[in-house]
């Protein structure tokens, strides 16, 4: 399995670096570095979108809830995405209609004070470092399940190799990166689900359906029903959309595209994306439940179904899959808290007069 994973890895970790070059020597100003050149169509907008939100808190935490929960805990995907067709019809066409750069530049214009703007930019700094530490956990988690590393040099690995391809190419290589990211964890999602299906029923879904029907009579009754009361799963499903409204992390993406049109389009193939991934998750969870009733913790799931019932590529696939996941929420997040402290605090009030070459290095 390892050296199958590294020659993926490397494929892998190859391609992302050339987009990176790639960008590299197409990005001349701030708005090159910061928006793409506005130039970001529908259907990578939409990848980006959801490779964004898309974290290891899916294929870790959410693949772990569902686990444990079971179906129940689809209300809050149903949440996230009544989320984003609030943002596809009341946020966004407002943020790129103004044509701004950051989220910080929008509440400057639209409350007419620049320190609003600035507060802005120190709480979306302070908050989303403070986010970057899930992302790195779930890394070294899997790395310590895979390969038995410590979790903290798997952890500057990440962050090594993500704020690289970041400072080459900005929003453009991380566009286009993260469109390929998206492509990965759908096949890695859409191969595991029938290998995984086949494993639990042996080759026939009927009796795959069977073996979890029997296995269902042995769990808690919370696990085959409503794990959490409706009011628990209602503010789950609230506090996931209203996140996803108003997440500085996705909303910095819609100035990277055309106009607001592009947006719109972009949100729904967004959501096409995750609806695919959802229903792959939720499935992957409660599967692996049968298969696996007493992992010692639910967010070993995913990495024990890549390391023990997946066959080597598949499991390698969906490990780099889930790396993937990592890699493309740390590099918004650092393209979010980057610009915060480049745009809208350095450029803004300690150096106002530095060039836009200044800006971009």
Excluded at 151 to 172: C, D, Q
Excluded at 229 to 240: C, D, G, K, N, Y
Excluded at 255 to 272: L, Q
Aim: hydrophobic content about 55%; charged content about 10%.
């Amino acid at each position: 399995m390892s050296d199958v994973f590294f020659v993926v890895l490397g494929v892998y970790v190859a391609i992302i670096m050339g987009i990176a070059i790639w960008s590299y020597f197409r990005t001349e100003t701030e708005v090159d570095f910061l928006a793409a050149g506005r130039s970001i169509g529908p259907i990578v907008g939409g990848a980006v979108l959801a490779a964004t939100q898309i974290s290891a808190g899916t294929f870790v935490g959410t693949a772990g809830r569902h686990y444990l929960a079971g179906v129940s805990w689809v209300f809050p995907w149903l949440g996230l995405w009544t989320g984003w067709l609030v943002c596809a019809f009341f946020v966004a066409p407002k943020l790129r209609r103004l044509g701004a750069l950051t989220v910080p530049d929008y509440i400057s214009a639209r409350y007419g004070s620049p320190k609003a703007g600035a507060l802005a930019g120190i709480l979306i700094v302070v908050a989303y470092t403070i986010y970057l530490v899930a992302q790195f956990q779930a890394g070294g988690e899997i790395a310590e399940v895979v390969f038995g590393i410590r979790p903290l040099t798997a952890m500057l690995i990440i962050v090594a190799s993500t704020a690289l391809y970041t400072l080459l190419g900005g929003v453009r290589s991380s566009s286009y990166i993260d469109f390929l990211q998206t492509l990965i964890m759908v096949a890695a999602l859409i191969v595991a689900v029938p290998v995984l299906l086949n494993q639990v029923g042996g080759g026939s879904p009927v009796a795959a359906v069977e073996r979890s029907l029997d296995f269902l009579d042995t769990l808690d009754d919370r696990l085959v029903g409503w794990y959490y009361s409706p009011r628990e799963l209602l503010a789950f499903a609230i506090a996931f959309g209203l996140s996803i409204a108003a997440a500085p992390y996705e909303l910095t993406r819609f100035y990277s595209m055309r106009d607001e049109r592009t947006v719109r389009k972009a949100i729904f193939v967004a959501i096409g994306f995750q609806v695919v991934i959802a229903t792959s998750i939720m499935s992957i969870g409660m599967l692996m439940r049968v298969l696996f009733p007493n992992l010692p913790s639910q967010d070993q799931a995913t990495a024990t179904m890549a390391l023990h019932v997946l066959p080597p590529v598949v499991g390698a696939l969906l490990l780099v899959a889930m790396l993937s996941a990592i890699m493309s929420t740390v590099n918004s997040i650092l393209l979010v808290t980057g610009a915060r402290v480049a745009h809208d605090l350095y450029g803004k009030f300690i150096r106002p007069d530095a060039s836009q070459q200044h800006l971009v290095n």
